[in-house]
T-cell receptor, first 113, second 111 residues
Framework: DQQVKQNSPSLSVQEGRISILNCDYT??????FLWYKKYPAEGPTFLIS?????DKNEDGRFTVFLNKSAKHLSLHIVPSQPGDSAVYFC????????????FGKGTKLTVNP | NAGVTQTPKFQVLKTGQSMTLQCAQD?????MYWYRQDPGMGLRLIYY???????DKGEVPNGYNVSRLNKREFSLRLESAAPSQTSVYFC??????????FGPGTRLTVT
């Protein structure tokens, strides 16, 4: 049973436009959410996170929105750049500072010049 | 500062062979983790170690053993490799939950 779902395997956008990557979760005990970015043949790198007590967190071109009632979060990248082309993983962790991250399957973003 | 390093980068095993994947971090992190990633799947936690001398099972521990050799090193052992263990293996370390820093991965093929 998948607790963190990324229903879009891939997304293609034009350079300069907005990229919106979505993530849904089923476990209401998750209280911290993270986005990781992964290039081919490399390990995932941390991008941005959000606590369940917030509904938005912004870092430069990247903004994560959290809708707890819908159990949904999204990552917005504005403006998108070709270097943003990668696989993006959504991850969640349980209340109490759990060591365990639960990952979604990832969305492959392609930004076309 | 190399971060998290993993050896080897690639490995091919025959069914039934054993091997150990090595991981080391130079960031003085307490926690370390082993994940596997299969095609079309997210990362799944195999084992983790919250501190030197402790290890705990993750989501998919069967067929694996781990050793937290010291604060820097966390190894993953396959005692009798099976084709189902063909995967990309990532090691990670963490200064505090839930931040995790990943190594470059080991691509393992079991024939």
């Amino acid at each position: 049973d998948q607790q963190v779902k990324q229903n879009s395997p891939s997304l293609s956008v034009q350079e300069g436009r907005i990229s919106i990557l979505n993530c849904d979760y089923t476990n209401s005990m998750f209280d911290y959410f993270l986005w990781y970015k992964k290039y081919p043949a490399e390990g995932p790198t941390f991008l941005i996170s959000i606590s369940s007590i917030k509904d938005k967190n912004e870092d430069g071109r990247f903004t994560v929105f959290l809708n707890k009632s819908a159990k949904h979060l999204s990552l917005h990248i504005v403006p998108s750049q070709p270097g943003d082309s990668a696989v993006y993983f959504c991850a969640a962790t349980l209340q109490g500072g759990s060591e365990k991250l639960v990952f979604g399957k990832g969305t492959k973003l392609t930004v076309n010049p | 500062n190399a971060g998290v390093t993993q050896t080897p980068k690639f490995q091919v095993l025959k069914t039934g062979q054993s091997m150990t994947l090595q991981c080391a971090q130079d960031m003085n992190h307490n926690s370390m983790y082993w994940y596997r990633q299969d095609p079309g799947m997210g990362l799944r936690l195999i084992y983790y170690s919250a501190s030197e001398g402790t290890t705990d099972k993750g989501e998919v521990p069967n067929g694996y053993n781990v050793s937290r050799l010291n604060k820097r090193e966390f190894s993953l052992r396959l005692e009798s490799a099976a084709p189902s263990q063909t995967s990309v293996y990532f090691c990670a370390s963490s200064p505090r939950a839930p931040e995790q820093y990943f190594g470059p991965g080991t691509r393992l093929t079991v024939t």
